[in-house]
């Protein structure tokens, strides 16, 4: 069984209560679900113009059904609908909450499977010229509160990933690995714990981890060195638990 996502699947249904759907064909300019394969799942919406379900079907070449294997999200309160009477559209879709999309700086936005569960992808960026300390962020501008990895307001976030520096012409080259844990405890954000972890580093420069408490955020440093331009970037990935 394999989890299948086509273009152009819909039908109708009259199917009435919280069982099985059978599926009475596909409506015009439209493909029927027997492109999704028998036995095999895929993303479904359904709607009565009113009431609507999104969930994981289960479709079966015989009798053309889909059975409501997993309910994603619905009108009654994210369990299965209980329909009445009447012709209801049943499409393949992909919903939010499946699905990796890049935000505005490019970076792969947030997975939710709630306001309170959530899985994150972060590229941050700088570069440096000399040996100021400069904080990497998403857009490569100075650290605020609305470019770097944030903590609301009674949140945890664990988080690793690596960082990497290299002088132009790669004549010079570091990097690391990074873990730990931040936490905002009512407003106060500061650092449970982390560690960093050297795979290369011949040139000295230097990589920091620390709370921003002043935006909520995890901060990472890099030091470069006098007279030399380097670029330095960082793929963070977060697990963000919010419990207020």
């Excluded at 009113?50 to 889909?66: C, H, K, P, Q, R």
């Excluded at 009654?76 to 699905?99: H, M, R, Y």
């Excluded at 100075?142 to 002088?167: K, P, R, W, Y």
């Amino acid at each position: 069984m394999a989890l299948i996502v086509a273009d152009r699947i819909q039908e109708t249904t009259t199917s009435t209560g919280t069982g099985t759907y059978t599926l009475a064909g596909a409506k015009d300019g439209f493909q029927s679900f027997a492109a999704v394969g028998n036995g095999n799942t895929t993303y479904y919406a359904c709607t009565d113009g009113t009431d609507y379900e999104v969930g994981i079907g289960t479709y079966t070449a015989s009798g053309t059904t889909l059975a409501r294997t997993t309910i994603i999200e619905s009108s009654n309160s994210d369990a299965a609908v209980s329909w009445t009477s009447g012709e209801k559209d049943i499409f393949v879709t992909l919903p939010a909450s499946k699905a990796i999309v890049l935000d505005s700086t490019g970076t792969v936005a947030k997975i939710k499977s709630d306001a309170n569960h959530i899985g994150g992808s972060y590229v941050l960026k700088c570069a440096t010229t000399d040996a100021t300390a400069t904080d990497l962020t998403l857009d490569g501008a100075a650290a605020s509160s609305s470019n770097q990895i944030n903590a609301a307001s009674d949140t945890a976030i664990t988080f690793d990933g690596t960082v990497v520096g290299l002088q132009n012409g790669a004549q010079a080259f570091a990097g690391w690995r990074v873990e730990g844990l931040l936490i905002n405890d009512g407003g106060t954000t500061t650092l449970g714990n982390s560690a960093l972890s050297v795979q290369h580093n011949s040139s000295g420069w230097v990589l920091a981890i620390s709370a921003d408490n002043t935006n909520n955020a995890l901060k990472l440093t890099v030091t470069g060195e006098a007279s030399h331009n380097v670029r330095w970037m960082a793929n963070i990935r977060t697990s963000e638990l919010t419990y207020a």
